[in-house]
């Protein structure tokens, strides 16, 4: 383990994940989904989700960027756009963690004029408290307080990503 007390220990994790995904198949009972996950910090967050949520489902990425070692930026770069076309689907967007609300909007942004059949939001983590624009969520795993997080696809500088557990970074971590 790299640090003290994780936050949240993959045990917790797992169990929330599998509640969001009892929640959201139980909303989407009958439809058929498209699921878009927000590379990269999202990628372990999406493939578990998946795994639980009982909805018939395309899956899709976008990859997206606007951190700058612990700071957001602000401003958006989208490496690789999705490769579906999702007029008409039912969008479910899956994203590690929403802090400013910058990215998140921007993806709305970006996404919503393609015309999808409905257009909703899943985050495994809120920062609510350092929201900078309004971002309507559906689904939030956990409020977290203002502290920069790293593991299940959170990263400082790319790496921590691995981590099974969510931990609060501090700078001497290795
Ligand atoms: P926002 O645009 O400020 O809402 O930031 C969202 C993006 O910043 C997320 O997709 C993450 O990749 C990254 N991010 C925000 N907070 C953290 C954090 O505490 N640890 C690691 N990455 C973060
Ligand atoms: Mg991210």
Request: hydrophobic share 40%.
């Amino acid at each position: 383990m790299i640090t003290g007390k994780p936050l949240f220990t993959a045990e917790q994790v797992q169990q929330r994940v599998k509640d969001l995904a009892a929640r959201i198949s139980k909303d989407y009972a009958g439809k058929e989904l498209l699921t878009i996950g927000i590379l990269k910090g999202a990628f372990m967050f999406f493939s578990d989700i998946v795994k639980h949520i009982q909805t018939p489902m395309e899956i899709d990425f976008l990859n997206a960027s606007s951190y700058n070692k612990t700071e957001s930026t602000g401003k958006i770069r989208i490496h690789a756009d999705l490769r579906e076309n999702i007029k008409d689907k039912h969008v479910l967007i899956i994203e590690d963690i929403i802090d400013t609300g910058y990215t998140l909007k921007y993806i709305t942004d970006m996404l919503v004029p393609r015309n999808p059949a409905s257009f909703k939001i899943c985050v495994f983590l809120d920062k609510i408290a350092h929201r900078r624009v309004d971002v309507k969520l559906d689904y939030v795993g956990y409020e977290i307080p203002d502290k920069f997080v790293v593991g299940y696809g959170l990263d400082y500088e790319n790496k921590f990503r691995n981590l099974p557990y969510i931990a609060i970074f501090k700078k001497d971590l290795k």
